[in-house]
C-alpha cells in the first residue's frame, strides 16, 4: 500500500475524481443532483456513465454492478460486464447513462412480503447519486435503491433516504423559526461501531452449527471465559494485528473512515469504529464493511462472526448508532451552543428527540428485532429491550429545573429562562457515561445502542429519523401559529419535559429493578422477543406516523411486518434442524464410541481382577447413557415442534410457537449435549470446544 493519503478513496469515484473527469458543466449539473436532490438529465448520466466506465476500467475493473439492499439483511449485487459486440467481430466496451440509472435485476427471489404479488413480477434498481460508485474486486459497484414497479420499497435504502428527507423538510421549518434562513439543508449523521469475533477457520468449519447458523448451538462452558475482564483493550495478538491492519487498508480504498479498533469485553471479540458520516452512506460503508471484514479474515485464516450471539455465556456483539443531526453548514444541532438563543435551540431538538424515543420507543424496538439479537435483549447483558434515554446528571437538572420552573442548580434567584440565561457549560463525554443505557446523549449525540451486530443501521435510523421529524412537526405546527414565540417555545420545552420525562433514566439498565419500574410504574415496553414487538409495527399510531412522513405506504409496512417474522421463522428453524442433524450424525455416535471405550476398560480391569474398581467408568458411562437417552428424546420433542410448525396458518402463528416451544426445546437438547461433552474425553468430542474457539486465535 502506497501513503494513506494516496491510497484513501483510491477505489471510490468521488468528488475529486468527479472534478477531474467531467466536464465543468456535467460536474456542475450532477453535484445539485448530488446536494439537492435535482433530477439528472440523461445526457448528464451518458457523460457521467462514460467518465465512471473508464475510470474504472483503468482500475481494473471489467464489470459493473447496482448494489442494493434487500430485505434479506445482505446486500446484493447482479454483475454485467461492458462488453458489447461491435460489427467487426469485436468487442467495445460500453455503460451508458440509462444503465447507470436504472437496472433491472431478476428480483423474484427476493423477499417482497406479498408486495410483488399485489404489484409487478419485476422489480428495478435506481442510482442514488448521494453515494459514490466504487470498485470492489473488478466490479464497478453502483449503490442503488431497489423498488416494485409500483414504485414500493424493496429495499433498506429507499426509506432511508425518506426518512431523511422527512427530517430535513421538518428541521428546517424549526431553523427558520429561529432565523436561519441560509441553511440550505438538515442531515442526520451516523458513526456505527461495530463489534465482532475472530475465529480460526479450520476450527470454524468443524462445527456444522457456525456454517450453518453463524453461532454456537452447542458448547460446554470453558474453564475460563470473560470474567477476569483481560481482554477489554487489551493487548492485539499479532495474527488479530495482521487482520485488522489489512482491514483497514482495504476500507480506506474504498473510502471507509475506519478509525478505532480495540479488543472488546468478551475473549475473541473485537471493535471497528470509522468516523462519522451522513446517516445514508454510514449504511452504505457499514454494509460494505462488514463484507469486508468477512473476506479479509479468510485471506488470514480467520472466519469473522457477525452474529449477535456466537456464544452463550459469553457477551454478544452489538453495533452502537451514533447519531447526530447537522446543517450543510456544519451546525451540529445537537451540541448545546454558546448563546442563550442556540441553547432554546438546542433544547428545542433534544426534546423533540426524548419525545420521539418516547412515543416511539416500539418502533426503535423493532427496527432492532432478530432472531439473533433476541438473545441479547432482554438477557442481563448489552441493553435491555426496555427502551429509555441517558441524559446525565448535569443535562437531567437543567431539564428538571425547566420543568419544575426555577433556577438551575438552585443558586440564582430568579427562573431560567430560555433565550435570556445562557446554559452553563456541561462537559462533552462525562466521565459517568453509562454504558448500560439504551439510547444515551454523550455531549453532541445520541448512542442508539440496541442494534444487533449484524443490523443494517438502516433499520434504526429509518425510525429514528421519521420519529424525530414527527416530533419536530408537531412542535413547527405550534410555534409558526404562535403569538408570541419565546413564551410558546418556552411552554413547548416544558410541556414535552413534563410529557416525557417518563423515558429518561440515567440508573443502571441492566438492573431487574429498573425493568419492575419501567415496565409497572412507567408503562414502558418490555418486548422481550422478536414475535412479542414486530406485529406493533401495524400499531395504527405507527402506520398514521410512518405513512403521513411518506416513509412508508401501508403497504410496505405489512410487507416489512411478514418479511421480519418470516426471517426469524426461518432463522431460528435452521437453527432446530442444524441441532438435530449435530446430534444425531455426530454428537450421539461420539458419546457411543467414549462409552464403549470405558465399557471396555471396565471388562478389561474387571479380567484381570473381578475386585479390581472401576467406579469412575461404571458411574461415567451409567451417566452419558442417561444422556444419550434424554438427547434421544429431546431430539424427538424438537422434530415434532418442527412438523408441527410447520401446518401453522400465519407467520405470527409460527413466530409465537417458534418462541414458546421450539425455543424453549432447543434449550432442553443444549443442556443434555453440554453436560455429556463436559463428560467426554476430548478425542471422542467432534468439534472444538469454546475455549479452542474462545482463545485458539494467537
Ligand atoms: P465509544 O466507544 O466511547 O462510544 P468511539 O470513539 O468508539 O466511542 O465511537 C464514537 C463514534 O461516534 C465514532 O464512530 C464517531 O465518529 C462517532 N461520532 C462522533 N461525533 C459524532 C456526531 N456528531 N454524530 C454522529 N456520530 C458521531
Ligand atoms: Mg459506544
Not at 457521467?48 to 442494493?68: E, L, P, Q, R
Request: overall charge negative.
Amino acid at each position: 500500500m502506497g501513503s494513506i493519503p494516496e491510497e484513501f478513496g483510491s477505489l471510490v469515484f468521488d468528488d475529486r475524481v468527479m472534478r477531474a473527469k467531467l466536464s465543468a458543466k456535467v460536474y456542475a449539473s450532477l453535484k445539485k443532483t448530488i446536494d439537492e436532490g435535482k433530477e439528472l438529465d440523461l445526457n448528464v448520466a451518458n457523460a457521467v456513465a462514460g467518465a465512471m466506465k473508464d475510470w474504472a476500467i483503468a482500475n481494473g475493473a471489467t464489470h459493473y454492478t447496482h448494489w442494493f439492499q434487500p430485505l434479506t439483511g445482505v446486500t446484493a449485487e447482479k454483475h454485467d460486464s461492458f462488453i458489447s459486440p461491435a460489427p467487426d467481430g469485436g468487442v467495445i466496451l460500453e455503460f451508458s447513462g440509462k444503465e447507470l440509472i436504472k437496472g433491472e435485476p431478476d428480483a423474484s427471489s427476493f423477499p417482497s412480503g406479498g408486495l410483488r404479488a399485489t404489484f409487478e413480477a419485476r422489480g428495478y434498481t435506481a442510482w442514488d447519486p448521494t453515494s459514490y460508485a466504487f470498485i470492489k474486486g473488478k466490479t464497478l459497484c453502483i449503490p442503488t435503491a431497489f423498488c416494485s414497479y409500483g414504485g414500493e420499497a424493496l429495499d433498506k435504502k429507499t426509506p432511508l433516504l425518506r426518512s431523511m428527507e422527512a427530517l430535513n423538510v421538518q428541521a428546517l421549518r424549526i431553523l427558520r423559526l429561529f432565523g436561519n434562513d441560509a441553511v440550505k439543508c438538515v442531515r442526520t449523521s451516523v458513526g456505527p461501531e461495530q463489534e465482532y469475533f475472530l475465529v480460526d477457520k479450520e476450527m470454524y468449519n468443524k462445527r456444522p452449527d457456525l456454517v450453518y447458523t453463524g453461532r454456537t448451538l452447542f458448547g460446554a462452558k470453558p474453564p475460563k471465559g470473560q470474567e477476569m475482564d483481560d481482554h477489554y483493550f487489551g493487548v492485539i495478538k499479532p495474527r488479530v494485528a495482521a487482520y485488522m491492519e489489512e482491514l483497514n487498508e482495504e476500507l480506506w480504498k474504498l473510502g471507509i473512515l475506519a478509525k478505532t479498533e480495540h479488543n472488546e469485553v468478551a475473549p475473541a471479540q473485537h471493535e471497528l469504529a470509522p468516523i462519522y458520516s451522513t446517516t445514508n452512506i454510514a449504511t452504505d460503508h457499514n454494509q460494505l464493511t462488514m463484507e469486508i471484514m468477512q473476506k479479509v479474515a479468510a485471506r488470514h485464516g480467520l472466519v469473522c462472526l457477525l452474529h449477535e450471539k456466537p456464544f452463550a455465556g459469553v457477551n454478544g456483539s452489538g453495533k452502537h448508532n451514533n447519531w447526530s443531526i447537522a446543517t450543510d453548514g456544519g451546525v451540529n444541532l445537537l451540541s448545546p451552543g454558546e448563546t442563550p438563543h442556540e441553547n432554546a435551540q438546542f433544547l428545542l431538538f433534544l426534546c423533540a428527540v426524548i419525545k420521539a424515543v418516547d412515543e416511539y420507543q416500539d418502533l426503535l424496538r423493532i427496527s432492532v428485532a432478530t432472531a439473533g439479537n433476541d438473545h441479547r435483549l432482554g438477557a442481563n447483558e448489552a441493553p435491555p429491550a426496555v427502551v429509555s434515554v441517558f441524559l446525565g446528571d448535569e443535562l437531567n437538572a437543567i431539564l428538571e429545573a425547566i420543568e419544575r420552573d426555577v433556577s438551575y442548580g438552585g443558586t440564582a434567584k430568579t427562573t431560567m429562562k430560555l433565550g435570556v440565561d445562557v446554559l452553563p457549560k456541561f462537559p462533552r463525554d462525562t466521565t459517568d457515561r453509562n454504558r448500560t443505557s439504551p439510547f444515551a446523549f454523550t455531549g453532541n449525540k445520541f448512542e442508539f445502542r440496541m442494534l444487533g451486530s449484524s443490523n443494517s443501521i438502516a433499520c434504526a435510523n429509518i425510525m429514528l429519523n421519521a420519529a424525530v421529524a414527527e416530533s419536530l412537526k408537531q412542535f413547527a405546527d405550534t410555534l409558526e401559529a404562535a403569538p408570541d414565540f419565546s413564551s410558546v417555545l418556552h411552554a413547548t420545552i416544558r410541556k414535552t419535559i413534563k410529557d416525557h420525562k417518563r423515558i429518561i433514566f440515567n440508573g443502571n439498565g441492566y438492573d431487574d429493578a429498573w425493568i419492575k419500574e419501567a415496565t409497572e410504574q412507567r408503562g414502558l415496553c418490555n418486548y422481550r422477543t422478536t414475535p412479542d414487538c414486530v406485529p406493533h409495527l401495524l400499531d395504527e399510531k405507527n402506520v398514521r406516523m410512518l405513512t403521513s412522513h411518506k416513509v412508508f405506504s401501508e403497504a410496505e409496512l405489512k410487507s416489512r411486518y411478514e418479511i421480519t417474522l418470516e426471517n426469524y421463522c426461518k432463522t431460528v428453524t435452521i437453527e432446530a434442524n442444524t441441532m438435530v442433524d449435530m446430534v444425531k450424525k455426530q454428537i450421539l455416535p461420539a458419546i457411543g464410541s467414549y462409552v464403549k471405550e470405558l465399557s471396555a476398560t471396565a471388562t478389561a480391569k474387571l479380567a484381570l481382577d473381578s475386585d479390581m474398581p472401576c467406579g469412575f467408568e461404571r458411574n461415567t458411562v451409567k451417566r452419558l447413557s442417561a444422556l444419550a437417552d434424554g438427547i434421544a428424546v429431546h431430539t424427538a420433542e424438537l422434530e415434532n415442534v418442527l412438523l408441527k410448525l410447520r401446518s401453522a396458518d400465519e407467520i405470527g402463528e409460527e413466530a409465537n410457537g417458534i418462541r414458546d416451544e421450539l425455543l424453549p426445546a432447543m434449550g432442553r437438547l443444549r443442556l443434555s449435549c453440554d453436560e455429556a461433552e463436559s463428560l467426554t474425553a476430548a478425542k471422542y468430542w467432534p468439534f472444538p470446544t469454546y475455549g479452542e474457539l474462545l482463545f485458539g486465535v494467537r
